[in-house]
């Protein structure tokens, strides 16, 4: 390719919008323009990486023997009805109605119908397992889309789905991809890690997310410094630590009071007493009703190990409003003695504490030396915090949990009999007996996944593509486009190349030095084939390493050999 040729745009100023470095550079580099929030053009340069990661993908996927598909991004609102998600997906999916007035959503996945497609046509055990895949556009309103292509409303996703008749089929299914997804996100050359997560609104019964770790990611990963234990924030179990508090008095209970005391902050200050002696109480709205969480004032509830414990769909912090009704007092004064007609839950390390201070349930006021049971009663002890650094590991006996920030590039489902029971997806097993198909359901954000290479892969001056996704693997630099030697030796190389099927870029524009220099640099093409004075003195170019800055001296019948080896070594 001739970049006076190409569509290249590149710029020197870092857009405004951009808050990441992978979005600067994107859009610095020529790869992708805005059109609306979240919803992006891929421009040629952008495209040729996202085909990368897409090849990668689908190499690993056929490895496994899974079955490439593609199906409709619009889809009919009976099928959504069908599973119940209609009701529960809420704004993220955007529905429109046709010339008939008919339901219809822009698929923000595909769940619904690749079971309806598989109910109509797999009858017998003989037909499973079977695992189909598509690489094809997602769509969904995200409340806050940024990031560029990090966080889009319109993106594009690689999805499989898993259909076995026994778990045990189920299971090596999960693996398989699990395995793939290993190697897919290894070829793509990312520091990544396979994590317990959350299965959210697509529901199921276990799952792992893979994350690229960056500090920029929006991902919390809790992983143990010792065993192999990790896990997303959202998931991340915390191991409940003995305490012993038998023997200890419990003393009088005291109403104090607190002026504008509001925050555990405020208390700490206020009473000179340690955040690990209070205890918050927080009201939710759990589908609808009431719940009252208790959790160490050190602690911080964590909402989806809430929602999971109750399982409930929706849960969210009640309105002021709402908690004044139940506790008689504006936010900021609720504690649990007292509370009538409301769920208590309590996180574990509460069942540990003595003369604990809490709200009143009365403006300005809070209570100290309470106590469990004597004071109030909890209905349910549970683990409902977030993990901390330094917890200690769930699992393994010795290890402290760390924090870390990633990106989620892939996430694995085990979704069970969920979407075969609800759509009445059956097969006639070898006994003669009908039975559900046991799903899974596999994701890649393709965009997402070329902006996290971006993330771990880049310099103050611009993108370090890994060999194996970057958009070209060579760009041929001519110093000075006046000078007829250095241009035919430049276009002599550039010949050759083609002739040996390298990807190569020439930056044939009549343009400075520096600003090319620049500019190879922002696109980060891995190798750099200078042609300057050099080649007209010695009949030499300078072959250099974007990534390490390493260069050789090459003579110019030498320089294709030369790249050769270094890509096959690069690309094996
Ligand atoms: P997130 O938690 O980041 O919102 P999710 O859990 O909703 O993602 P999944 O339903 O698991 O996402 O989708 C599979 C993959 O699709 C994700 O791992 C991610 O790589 C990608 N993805 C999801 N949402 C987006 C988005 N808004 N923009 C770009 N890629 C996305
Ligand atoms: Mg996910």
């Given at each position: 390719m001739r970049w006076s040729r190409y569509f290249l745009p590149t710029l020197r100023e870092v857009p405004a919008?951009?808050?990441?470095i992978s979005h600067q550079l994107m859009v610095r580099a020529g790869m992708i323009r805005k059109l609306a929030a979240g919803i992006y053009s891929y421009l040629p340069f952008g495209l040729r990486a996202l085909k990368k990661v897409r090849e990668i993908i689908r190499e690993e996927m056929n490895r496994k023997g899974a079955l490439e598909v593609y199906l409709p991004v619009v889809q009919p609102a009976e099928i959504w009805q069908e599973s119940g998600r209609w009701q529960l997906y809420g704004k993220e999916l955007l529905r429109f109605k046709d010339r008939h007035a008919r339901d219809f959503c822009l698929g923000p996945t595909h769940e619904e119908v690749i079971t309806d497609i598989v109910r109509k046509e797999v009858k017998s055990?003989?037909?499973?397992p079977l695992n189909l895949y598509q690489i094809q556009t997602k769509f969904r309103d995200e409340v806050r889309p940024r990031f560029g292509l990090m966080r889009g409303r319109e993106f594009e996703m690689k999805d499989a789905y898993s259909f076995d008749k026994d778990e045990e089929g189920a299971n090596k299914s999960y693996q398989d991809m699990y395995d793939a997804y290993c190697r897919i996100f290894e070829r793509c050359d990312l520091n990544f890690r396979a994590v317990e997560a959350d299965t959210g609104?697509?529901?199921?019964s276990y799952s792992h997310e893979f994350m690229v770790l960056a500090d920029t990611g929006e991902d919390i990963v809790v992983g143990c410094d010792t065993c192999s234990y990790a896990a997303n924030m959202e998931k991340a179990e915390v191991r409940r630590e003995s305490i012993e508090t038998q023997g200890v008095e419990m003393k009088e209970l005291e109403k104090i009071y607190t002026p504008q005391v509001k925050t555990i902050q405020d208390l700490t200050t206020f009473l000179s007493a340690k955040p690990d002696q209070m205890v918050k109480t927080l009201i939710f709205q759990v589908d609808g009703r009431p719940v009252a969480a208790l959790v160490r004032g050190d602690h911080e509830i964590n909402p989806v190990k809430l929602k999971n414990l109750l399982g409930a769909d929706v849960v969210e912090m009640a309105d002021e409003e709402t908690v004044r009704r139940i506790t008689g007092a504006p936010i900021g004064f609720t504690g649990p003695v007292g509370l009538k007609g409301i769920e208590i839950i309590a996180d574990?390390?509460?069942?540990?504490?003595?003369?604990f201070i809490t709200g009143a349930n009365e403006v300005d006021r809070h209570l100290k030396n309470v106590n469990l049971n004597r004071d109030f009663k909890v209905d349910r002890f549970a683990d409902i915090r977030q993990a901390m650094e330094g917890d200690l590991c769930p699992r393994c006996e010795t290890g402290r949990l760390k924090i870390t920030r990633g990106i989620e590039v892939g996430h694995v489902f085990k979704l069970g009999t969920k979407y075969s029971k609800a759509m009445g997806a059956t097969f006639l097993d070898a006994d003669g007996k009908e039975k559900y198909i046991i799903m899974g359901c596999y994701g890649i954000g393709v965009g997402r996944t070329v902006a996290a290479a971006i993330e771990q892969n880049h310099d103050e001056n611009g993108i370090i593509w890994p060999?194996?996704?970057?958009?070209?693997?060579v760009l041929i630099l001519p110093v000075n486009m006046t000078d007829s030697r250095m241009v035919e030796t430049a276009e002599k190389i550039y010949q050759e190349l083609l002739a040996e099927g390298v990807e190569v870029l020439l930056d044939?524009?009549?343009?400075?030095p520096g600003a090319k220099f620049k500019d190879a640099d922002l696109i980060g093409i891995p190798l750099r084939i200078t042609v300057g004075n050099l080649a007209v003195s010695e009949g030499k170019v300078e072959i250099k390493f974007r990534k390490t800055g390493e260069v050789e001296k090459v003579p110019v019948n030498e320089v294709t050999q030369r790249i050769k080896a270094i890509l096959s070594a690069q690309l094996k």
């Open positions: 919008e951009a808050e990441v055990y003989r037909q499973l609104p697509i529901g199921g574990f390390a509460v069942q540990g504490m003595v003369n060999f194996p996704i970057a958009p070209f693997h044939d524009r009549d343009e400075r």
